[in-house]
């Protein structure tokens, strides 16, 4: 069996050493074309050490970078700089499948690029869909190549969509943990702290996502990825609370049958699953106990004290660049909370008036998506510091 040529965007992060450890577990299955990083340089190098990539980039501030360039020539790869490195090693198309683990915006130019060199997706940078679902998934149709989802709930339909037929699909069962907040009354969620929210019951993630998990915005992400992703209307996705993680996702069929997809909750099993797909690697990153699990609990998500959620099916039934500044406003919103700039309850705020506030472009191309992504985050800063000032 031959090797299958990856390169992991965003290999330093949460998914991305989670990738990292998954491909080092089957050193025959894979060679690694790219790694990237946004800053750390110290652990990419590492990584290039074990991987063997032909190219490296790091696109953020590498401090000196000659030195940086040096160390990696020394182990037999290229260095790549800045943004324009990293589209660069995106527009070469020397890999299979890129997996794009970038956290936020900045991976929706880059797909773009790896689509148009012929590479398909393994996506767990869920903003790529939400800012630019129509457009992404046009490109990858044109073009014969295809999405693997990497996100565990859309791991979890793809895998229950397996020889079925999408016309015979009546709802996708988006399920949500609840985050660390689901029984805590909405007068104690104004004083949420940064700490305290980042706290996840059971999922073991970034900080960015497991914020989006306390306020609900991740399953609003999460219900816009799934609109494009399987081409499902937003009225034919549900999400419901199921707080153990253990049922991932779940597909309801014309016939009134129920597929679901298990496990125990490890990123590494769908970023397993999206890497070698359609084969199955084995693994043993832990095995589900039935006898263990305990009742398996099921909740309406309450949208009263997380609006964020709704929100997300407000800004897809509004269309063209809603759906970007959702993604946009949240971002920044979270960035606000985190550097202790904005209080918990302000994130869904800040993101209702951004979708009331930036003006919605019907059928945008990227320039315009990029220009709603830009003109959301000046209007979210500006309305953040304007409540500072007054408070
Ligand atoms: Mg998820």
């Known amino acids: 069996m031959t090797a299958r040529a990856v390169s992991i965007w965003g290999s330093t992060g949460s998914i991305g050493t989670q990738a990292v450890d998954v491909i080092l577990t089957h050193p025959d299955r894979f060679r690694v074309v790219t790694l990237t990083a946004h800053a750390n340089g110290r652990l990419l190098l590492e990584q290039a050490k074990k991987l063997r990539p032909a190219t490296a980039v790091l696109t953020g501030p590498a401090g000196d970078s000659d030195f940086w360039k040096r160390a990696f020539r020394e ?89 079925e037929d999408p016309a015979s699909i009546r709802r996708i069962l988006l399920t949500a943990s609840g985050g660390p907040f689901l029984r805590t009354p909405a007068s104690e969620l104004t004083s949420v702290t940064p700490a305290q929210a980042l706290a996840h019951p059971n999922w073991n993630m970034g900080r960015k996502v497991t914020i989006d998990s306390a306020t609900l915005a991740n399953k609003g992400l999460e219900v816009i990825e799934a609109r494009w992703l399987f081409a499902v209307p937003p009225e034919r996705i549900e999400v419901i609370v199921h707080p153990k993680s253990i049922i ?19 990123m590494r099993i769908p970023i397993g699953h999206a890497l070698s797909h359609p084969e199955r690697l084995a693994h043993d990153f832990g095995r589900l106990d039935f006898t263990r699990c305990g009742p398996l609990e099921f909740l309406p998500p309450d949208t009263e004290r997380f609006p964020a959620l709704k929100m997300a099916y407000q800004a897809l039934a509004a269309g063209g660049t809603a759906t970007a500044v959702y993604n946009a406003a949240d971002e920044e919103a979270v960035g606000l909370f985190l550097s202790g700039s904005a209080g918990f309850t302000d994130i869904p705020r800040l993101l209702e008036a951004a979708l009331n506030g930036v003006p919605n472009t019907a059928d945008p191309d990227l320039a315009g998506i990029l220009e709603a992504d830009r003109r959301t985050r000046d209007f979210v800063r500006r309305l953040a510091s304007k409540r500072e000032s007054a408070s």
Do not use: W, Y
Request: charged fraction near 20%.
């Open 75 to 163: 182990n037999g790869t290229e260095l790549l700089l800045g943004r324009e490195g990293l589209l660069e090693a995106a527009s070469r198309g020397a890999e299979q499948t890129v997996l794009n683990a970038l956290v936020g915006s900045v991976g929706l130019e880059a797909t773009l690029a790896a689509i148009r060199a012929g590479v398909s997706i393994a996506l767990a940078n869920k903003e790529v869909l939400v800012m630019a679902g129509d457009l992404v998934m046009r490109e990858i149709r044109g073009r014969g190549l295809s999405i693997i989802p990497v996100d565990s709930e859309h791991s979890a339909v793809f895998q229950c969509l397996q020889g």
């Open 248 to 266: 991932h996702s779940m597909v309801e069929f014309a016939d009134g049958s129920v597929k679901a997809q298990l496990g125990v909750p490890d």
